[in-house]
């Protein structure tokens, strides 16, 4: 749909494998690991190179003999992911002036997304490498999310790397949702709600900090919000408020090991529940995969710059609004 009068949206998305960086050496050696151990012929890259595109997990199938089921199809898959997470950056390399053509895109204005179907902590460990600084928001294979070409991951990196860019683009196209809730962005920079002004009500989101919040049920967490408003001008947003959880943590395990050893600190963090009077929860406890398992949330909906709470019911203070007010009658 062409819309007159519709500005540039300034965001360039790319995919990483075979357009930014070349990887095809590095699959094909996981891969050839995988069908050693289970006793199959391995694949040239070139037979790599048609499998791969459409998520890890297809081409693991495609490449098998015959008609593996889902049993055959996680072994090896799991004989593949073992071996990539140890060798996924030997020979992966960008391709002759990529970076310089990511610069220039930053130097003229653009913000710029990755979106994947490797899976996410690859794809974000990749950038991290070759691409540092140069990528605002990425998209991996993550559960439950679609893979390529489903537009899913396309939103959520075009919703990292500009929120007040999709806000924009939806009243540009007259879109006008019933409910539109976010997954972990129920609060944004308060720069960003400044800037959106009415445009940005009605959106709701999952959220563990807001000033609101913080007023009603984390009278420790005001202190530290009113260093970073005389710094800031502004108060907590959600990245600082983890962050500043994540150091705070991170102080108590080394504390408690004595020294700064790093064993001792990471058994330390992976056994203990630490007190922690800036997360809602109050408490932070590592689960094995490395998530928060005291992490607690809210869900929030914007009116007017101000952060109503409306789930659970023993944290809501008012009730939804749905569905969203025209954008013309705000």
Known sequence: ???????????????????????LGDLADAINFAMRALGHPEKTDAEVLAAIGNGVRRAIRTVLPGEPDDAETDEALALFRSQYEKCYMNRTAPYPGVADVMRRLRADGFKIGVISNKTDSYTAGLIAKHFNGLVDASAGELPG???KPAPDAVFGAALGSDYSLMVRTMKQSAWVPNIFINYCTGYQSPAINKELGSDGNFFMGGMCYSPEIAEAYMKNALAAQEIYRGKTGFPLDSDSIQEAVCLHILAQAIEKAGAVDTEKVVALLRSETFPSPLSLSGQVAFAPGGQNSKAFTVITQLVDQKYKTIFPDHYADTKEIYPFTPWDKR
Do not use: E, R, S, W
């Not at 062409?2 to 360039?12: C, E, L, Q, R, S």
């Open 1 to 23: 749909m062409i819309i007159d009068n519709m500005p540039i949206p300034y965001t360039a998305l790319f995919d990483l494998d075979g357009t930014l960086l070349d990887t």
């Open 145 to 147: 999310v679609p893979l």
